[in-house]
């Protein structure tokens, strides 16, 4: 049968990049023979698409781990050479191609670890930080970091490099869910997913938390509108164009073929996000005049699938308009055939958009007029996203090290700032160089020195289950009967049944000769899987009704907290740890080299504290 021109060109680039790898390993052994060169060409596709091979079955291995990074097995790598038909007008990559390329990636992660199709679920918020020219080379990485039930979370990091230069620079970093799916879209229950690096460990701990805050998202939102009722309030900017919201209104419809479709028949995740680029794009750069740049995604669920022959319609309207940026809403419906009346709801996302000058910086942008009714709605709704995105962007993305001590703590950030307190203190657990810096009457102190921090755990096995150690723990109120340090602690605020609020009068002077308070985020998680700790998570916030008094100097604690894990049905690793903050280092140096006693004293009477109530516990749990 004829080849046509079309698919004579991956079979070309096939030939050719099996060549290459030929020559490489001839090369590699220093040996070129024409006569094999010649043969292989001739022969080498015929039977097989690689190369004759005298490997042994453990070389074969050891340098596929090796291809993989000796990690994670489901590790994906990708590069892919931005051409012109990538592009947009600026001669940069679409930030919807870039999507795809990224979905096609997390599938293929994904569907290593489960050994079965998988469909995206969800896609957590992308900041783009960069654009990518024509000419450069997209790097793309994905890997699973934890496996749930039926579903995994796969980690993305996007970079780009300049051939020319040698430049790499991060693009973003995603976060994407998949589903497993056996015949006739069975779910699949999922091999659990072993970490072997600190990263790995850190990403693995963390997913736990990010799973939970994607499933409290939509209620935060909800939250903050139901707070915040009052009519909308238009915002005035001096010499601003006014632009009708129904200007930017944008519907297009897609026709769902073989080549935008998976194994399954199942519309890829990453063209449906590139068709809702597609259609924001125009109705941002309706209400600019301009050609605008994509800077955010919101985390976005797929609500179902869509297959090959489904018309997909996607509706965009800007929703409003800040001073320098946009909230475009994109919603896409499924239906299957011309005449059909009812429409599938496949997924609505929102993305931020920003009108560059010739310097780069975000220029003024014209003010929206909502229409009355659900255009109002949106436009409220658009400015509680702001603030949420905001405030999830500047508790959860940032560095440690560049987080104040005491964040604000409020109804709206309160999901995010939760977040923070357990996954700092999971990424401290996860370290991998701490040193044992000394041992007395079975309690061990450890140490981990670190950029600007000196942190230390201390821990010891105590005769008491992991539960009944989690609830004695978890109550600051009770922590004055163990820990000389503390005075008193009230219980400030009951914000959920994981996390409360705490003001703590501590017994402790400041160097201004004064007793110390705090205001304290408890943040309590149970196991997520086997193998999980228990987990009591401090960190300190602020709080309009406990101001910093005269009468004490208001103390900060970045990241402290325990972990216990079940040794046995009766016996449990009760663990403390603490990130020094420069007030309290004196008093831990001085523990660490064993000129005071006071951690272990501490850390016995904590023990005491856990066997003498573990009865009485027990006998209220047996009450309820």
Not at 92 to 99: C, D, V
Not at 248 to 253: A, F, G, N, Y
Not at 282 to 309: D, K, N, W, Y
Not at 330 to 359: G, K, P, W
């Amino acid at each position: 049968m004829a080849t046509s021109p079309r698919s004579a060109i991956p079979l070309l680039t096939l030939a050719a990049l099996l060549l290459s790898r030929c020559l490489l390993k001839m090369v590699k052994g220093n040996t070129i023979v024409p006569e094999d060169i010649l043969s292989f060409c001739c022969n080498g596709l015929q039977g097989s698409t690689s190369p004759p091979c005298t490997q042994d079955t453990g070389e074969q291995q050891e340098e596929a781990a090796g291809a993989m990074g000796g990690h994670n097995p489901t590790e994906v790598q990708m590069s892919q050479l931005v051409l012109p038909c990538h592009s947009n007008q600026h001669g940069e990559l679409s930030a919807g191609q870039l999507l795809k390329w990224i979905d096609t990636a997390a599938c293929l992660s994904a569907e290593r670890h489960a050994g079965c199709p998988c469909v995206t679920a969800s896609m957590d918020d992308i900041y783009f930080e960069h654009t990518i020219s024509v000419g450069q080379v997209v790097n793309i990485k994905a890997k699973v970091n934890r496996a749930f039930n039926s579903s995994m979370e796969v980690g993305i990091q996007v970079s780009y490099e300049d051939l020319c230069s040698g430049k790499h620079c991060s693009i973003c970093k995603a976060y994407a869910t998949f589903v497993a799916q056996g015949p006739l879209g069975t779910k699949v229950k999922l091999k659990p997913l072993t970490p072997q690096t600190e990263e790995e460990k850190i990403e693995h701990s963390i997913a736990a938390e990010r799973r939970r805050m994607r499933l409290v998202h939509k209620d935060t939102l909800k939250d903050l509108l139901t707070r915040n009722t009052s009519n909308t309030e238009m915002e005035t900017r001096d010499g601003s164009a006014v632009v009708p919201a129904e200007k930017t209104r944008v519907e297009s419809v897609e026709l769902v073929l073989p080549p935008h479709a998976n194994h399954q028949g199942n519309t890829f995740g990453g063209q449906i996000m590139a068709w809702m680029e597609n259609v924001a794009t125009i109705a941002a750069s309706r209400l600019c005049h301009a050609h605008p740049t994509l800077r955010a995604i919101e985390m976005f669920h797929f609500r179902g699938p869509s297959q090959v022959g489904d018309r997909l319609v996607l509706k965009a309207i800007v929703n409003n308009a800040f001073k320098n940026s946009m909230e475009v809403g994109v919603c896409t419906e499924a239906y299957d055939q011309e005449m059909s009346v009812s429409r599938r709801h496949i997924n609505s996302a929102f993305m931020t958009f920003v009108v560059l000058d010739e310097e780069g910086r975000p220029r003024t942008l014209p003010m929206v007029v909502p229409q009355p009714g659900d255009g109002e709605r949106r436009y409220r709704e658009a400015s509680a996203r702001k603030k949420i995105r905001l405030d999830r962007k500047y508790v959860v993305s940032c560095k440690q090290t560049e987080v104040p001590l005491s964040v604000p703590w409020d109804q709206s950030n309160k999901v995010y700032l939760s977040y923070n307190n357990v996954s700092a203190l999971k990424t401290l657990v996860a370290k991998a160089n701490w040193v044992l810096a000394r041992e007395k009457e079975k309690v061990q102190i450890y140490t981990l020195e670190e950029d600007k921090f000196l942190s230390f755990r201390i821990e010891m096995s105590v005769n008491i289950s992991a539960s009944q150690a989690f609830s004695l723990l978890s109550d600051l109120r009770r922590r004055h009967e163990w820990d000389s340090h503390y005075e008193s602690a009230e219980l400030v605020q009951q914000v959920d049944e994981d996390d409360a609020i705490y003001h703590v009068l501590s017994q402790a002077l400041s160097s201004e000769n004064k007793p110390q308070d705090f205001v304290i985020l408890a943040s309590r998680r149970k196991p997520c899987s086997r193998g999980d700790p228990y987990v009591v998570a401090f960190r300190s916030v602020t709080l309009p009704t406990h101001p910093a008094s005269t009468n004490y100097t208001r103390g900060e604690t970045l990241c402290s907290g325990f972990c216990v894990w079940p040794e046995s049905e009766e016996m449990s690793k009760v663990a403390y740890y603490n990130q020094a903050t420069p007030g309290y280092l004196n008093y831990v140096t001085t523990n660490v080299v064993g000129l005071s006693s006071n951690f272990c004293a501490t850390f016995k009477a904590c023990e005491k504290f856990l066997l003498k109530n573990k009865d009485d516990l027990i006998a209220l749990l047996q009450d309820l």
